[in-house]
């Protein structure tokens, strides 16, 4: 038993398409657009891209930047960095010149493998300018055919491989370790430059943990639009896929309409995502009805304003699963079970994984608060990041000398053992003494039709201290009257939680991983609400 237990804690991220393969090879794996593979076909160009690597000089504990679409290459590579010893940093697909130039400069990357180009966004522009300045850059492979000078292509990175054998590459696989670090996930910024997150392989059994609760099968199809950059996208559908046997259908962008239509087609069983994905895929099927398949998904829940849209998704898509995480500890340290009520799958974040420990903590005096208080969330577990790449005094203030890691949020913990996930500390309101939980407002507007999305931000006030304000995102073509939605809360909501004013917007200010820039909201709001 014990030799049991130790295999499984060593498992490494490289070895998991093989492991596939050998239990259900003929089954598909993976489908991009017309492009299919079996789980056997996958491994096998797991390790082509392997060789590859070795053969263009990629040693053990290179870093390897990633910064392409969703698409089969992305997983390939995912798998052959691990296999080989190096560690691979996903770009966020939203990086602009700046965000890239930083990155890859700060993960002292030495190879970095790119889309030219996607839609309008053109990659291989933004990274010519930055070119000179990556010091630590050896080598950059492009797929495509806009490729700067000294570029090799996708078809360069394979041929390189050609003179690897087998064995060269079963040494390499052997030598890596569990607790090597395998991966650097960036954080969003949206207060200061992004901080990448070192981990090891230690998060396989978190994600073959949750896999299993929620019964996850080599029969289940997921729908894989989640950016694969972003843990959640990377866990819920590329890890699942080789721990279960199940398949993906790869999308390279979030579009509800067609994913439906493929959904319909190719029987998608689990959709993953939070509120604005199931948000989008609300109205589509309401708008064109399709004969789904979906037996269940993933919905971050627990804040207000998820809540409304959580109790929809089970009445007209599926029942869904909460769960919370984040950078620093992986995706989920706290899930729901497929057999909890929906009271606790729609309005908490989850019960806590196994060997995960929390306190809820009073943030100016650290002190433990009592269930149902809420304070920020402290968190202690196997899955807990190394630390920050080259970052050793911002790692010091996030994990504290006994290993708690102080993870910024607003939370509290119900007499049920349920985590209620709040919002960020940051981004709480002190209105008249007041605490304000921007979350509250934000959930009872999107109750109300025609609103994609809200955000709820403090703006000064002499007397107050601060006040609510918020912005509007609307559906196309919808006619909202902001006074009218503000009308809406009162008798709803505290008096002092009724915002001073808002603003009908066609657009929110987005962070590269897809979550509102208050910050600049805030900004703003002392032009619009003066």
Request: negative net charge; proline residues 4%.
């Given at each position: 038993m014990g030799n049991a237990i130790?295999?499984?804690?060593?498992?490494?991220?490289?070895?998991?398409?093989?492991?596939?393969?050998?239990?259900?090879?003929?089954?598909e794996a993976v489908a991009h657009g017309e492009r299919r593979w079996t789980h056997a076909a996958f491994a096998e160009?797991?390790?082509?891209?392997?060789?590859?690597?070795?053969?263009?000089?990629?040693?053990?504990?290179?870093?390897?930047?990633?910064?392409?679409?969703?698409?089969?290459?992305?997983?390939?590579?995912?798998?052959?960095?691990?296999?080989?010893?190096?560690?691979?940093?996903?770009?966020?697909?939203?990086?602009?010149?700046?965000?890239?130039?930083?990155?890859?400069?700060?993960?002292?990357?030495?190879?970095?493998?790119?889309?030219?180009?996607?839609?309008?966004?053109?990659?291989?522009?933004?990274?010519?300018e930055n070119l000179a300045t990556w010091t630590k850059l050896k080598r950059l492979v492009v797929l495509g055919d806009d490729r700067p000078d000294g570029a090799?292509?996708?078809?360069?990175?394979?041929?390189?491989?050609?003179?690897?054998?087998?064995?060269?590459?079963?040494?390499?696989?052997?030598?890596?370790?569990?607790?090597?670090?395998?991966?650097?996930?960036?954080?969003?910024?949206?207060?200061?430059?992004?901080?990448?997150?070192?981990?090891?392989?230690?998060?396989?059994?978190?994600?073959?943990?949750?896999?299993?609760?929620?019964?996850?099968?080599?029969?289940?199809?997921?729908?894989?639009?989640l950016p694969l950059f972003h843990a959640f996208g990377f866990t819920e559908v590329a890890l699942y896929t080789v721990l279960t046997g199940s398949r993906q259908i790869v999308f390279e962008t979030f579009d509800a309409e067609e994913i439906l239509d493929v959904a319909e087609r190719e029987g998608i069983s689990m959709f993953h995502g939070f509120d604005t994905h199931w948000s989008d895929f609300l109205r589509?099927?309401?708008?064109?009805?399709?004969?789904?398949?979906?037996?269940?998904?993933?919905?971050?829940?627990?804040?207000?304003?998820?809540?409304?849209?959580?109790?929809?998704?089970?009445?007209?898509?599926?029942p869904t699963v909460s769960g919370w995480g984040m950078s620093e500890v992986w995706t989920a340290l706290v899930a729901s079970h497929v057999?909890?009520?929906?009271?606790?799958?729609?309005?908490?974040?989850?019960?806590?994984?196994?060997?995960?420990?929390?306190?809820?903590?009073?943030?100016?005096?650290?002190?433990d608060l009592p269930a149902g208080t809420p304070g920020e969330l402290l968190c202690r577990s196997y899955t807990t990041m190394l630390g920050y790449y080259n970052k050793p005094e911002a790692t010091a203030e996030t994990i504290d000398e006994d290993g708690w890691l102080h993870s910024g949020d607003l939370a509290r913990l119900r007499p049920d053992g349920h985590v209620v996930f709040m919002g960020r500390l940051k981004d709480m309101l002190k209105v008249g003494g007041e605490n304000v939980a921007p979350a509250e407002i934000e959930g009872r507007l999107r109750e109300l039709p025609g609103i994609v999305d809200v955000a709820v931000v403090g703006l000064h006030d002499d007397r107050l201290g601060e006040v609510p304000v918020g912005y509007v995102l609307r559906e196309p073509g919808a006619e909202l009257d902001a006074d009218e939605l503000v009308s809406h809360l009162k008798g709803r909501v505290a008096s002092f939680k009724v915002p001073r004013g808002l603003k009908i917007v066609d657009?929110?200010?987005?962070?590269?991983?897809?979550?509102?820039?208050?910050?600049?909201?805030?900004?703003?709001?002392?032009?619009?609400?003066?």
């Open positions: 130790d295999a499984y804690a060593a498992r490494r991220l490289g070895d998991l398409p093989a492991a596939a393969a050998r239990r259900w090879g003929a089954r160009e797991v390790d082509r891209v392997a060789k590859g690597l070795i053969g263009l000089g990629v040693d053990p504990g290179d870093k390897v930047g990633l910064w392409m679409t969703n698409r089969a290459e992305w997983l390939f590579t995912l798998f052959a960095v691990a296999k080989v010893g190096a560690v691979l940093v996903p770009l966020n697909t939203r990086y602009r010149a700046e965000d890239v130039a930083y990155t890859v400069e700060q993960s002292d990357t030495t190879t970095l493998i790119i889309n030219d180009r996607s839609g309008p966004v053109d990659y291989s522009a933004m990274v010519r090799l292509s996708w078809e360069d990175l394979l041929a390189a491989g050609a003179a690897t054998g087998d064995e060269t590459l079963a040494a390499r696989a052997d030598a890596v370790r569990a607790e090597d670090p395998v991966i650097i996930i960036y954080t969003s910024g949206t207060t200061s430059a992004p901080k990448g997150a070192v981990h090891s392989h230690a998060f396989i059994r978190n994600v073959a943990e949750r896999a299993q609760m929620h019964g996850v099968t080599c029969t289940d199809v997921h729908a894989g639009y589509a099927q309401r708008r064109k009805p399709r004969a789904l398949q979906l037996r269940m998904g993933t919905l971050a829940a627990g804040q207000e304003s998820t809540t409304p849209i959580a109790h929809q998704v089970q009445d007209e898509l599926c057999t909890a009520t929906r009271e606790q799958r729609c309005e908490a974040s989850g019960y806590p994984m196994l060997d995960v420990e929390l306190r809820v903590v009073d943030p100016v005096t650290g002190e657009a929110l200010p987005m962070t590269p991983t897809g979550k509102v820039r208050k910050v600049e909201l805030r900004e703003q709001a002392k032009e619009d609400f003066a």
